[in-house]
């Protein structure tokens, strides 16, 4: 696969599209939090994939770290317009206000909270803590993976992983609401370090 990826085989590029597209959506919507940006990040990676094929190396297993390297970078980027656009928009008149279609749309808005929950949390940690976060744990690759994903040594993504937890674990001990009903979610951070509690198991 590798090799028919860097000779430009179409049919093979489309095939891996198809095996990991979801995969690098879902890695952009865990760091933008946003569905649209996420599929904005999607398409730029795979646009990205298809223009750099020949860095490939020929030699490797899966092909998920080198495209989820290029989601990450691209998150960061379209994360960085996102602010820069807000903080335009904060000096314009509020627009006015707009019908409420919650009625139609209470799936995506229930979807929606629980993502800014995750979201909300996961702002809070390094952007570097935070991709190596959700490379390991929501993406599911491994120490060696993450760091060619990234470019960096294993020892730092070993560092960083750590680093993530243990702000992730302040977090939720400091937002500790009234006691929930058995199985609630009590915290932002609580909702976000729940693939963490789970890992451990």
Not at 60 to 78: D, E, Q, Y
Not at 149 to 167: E, F, H, K, N, Y
């Amino acid at each position: 696969m590798r090799a028919r990826i860097r000779a430009g085989d179409r049919q093979a590029f489309a095939a891996m599209y198809e095996e990991y597209a979801r995969t690098v959506y879902n890695h952009a919507l865990r760091l933008t939090g946003d569905w649209s940006a996420a599929e904005e990040v999607m398409s730029e990676t795979f646009l990205a994939a298809w223009r750099t094929r020949a860095t490939v190396e020929p030699d490797g297993g899966s092909l998920r770290p080198w495209l989820l390297g290029i989601a990450t970078h691209k998150a960061h980027n379209v994360n960085r317009g996102l602010r820069r656009r807000l903080a335009f928009l904060a000096g314009r008149p509020a627009p006015p206000p707009v019908a409420d279609f919650a009625d139609e749309t209470a799936g995506r808005i229930d979807d929606a909270r629980r993502l800014a929950a995750v979201h909300g949390a996961l702002s809070r940690l390094r952007r570097q803590d935070r991709e190596v976060l959700t490379l390991c744990v929501w993406s599911g690759l491994d120490y060696a993976q993450t760091a060619e994903a990234l470019g960096v040594p294993v020892g730092t993504v070993r560092s960083r992983l750590s680093r993530a937890r243990a702000r992730l674990g302040r977090l939720s001990e400091e937002n500790q609401e009234p006691r929930a009903a058995r199985g609630a979610v009590e915290s932002e951070a609580a909702f976000a370090a729940l693939p963490l509690q789970e890992e451990a198991r």
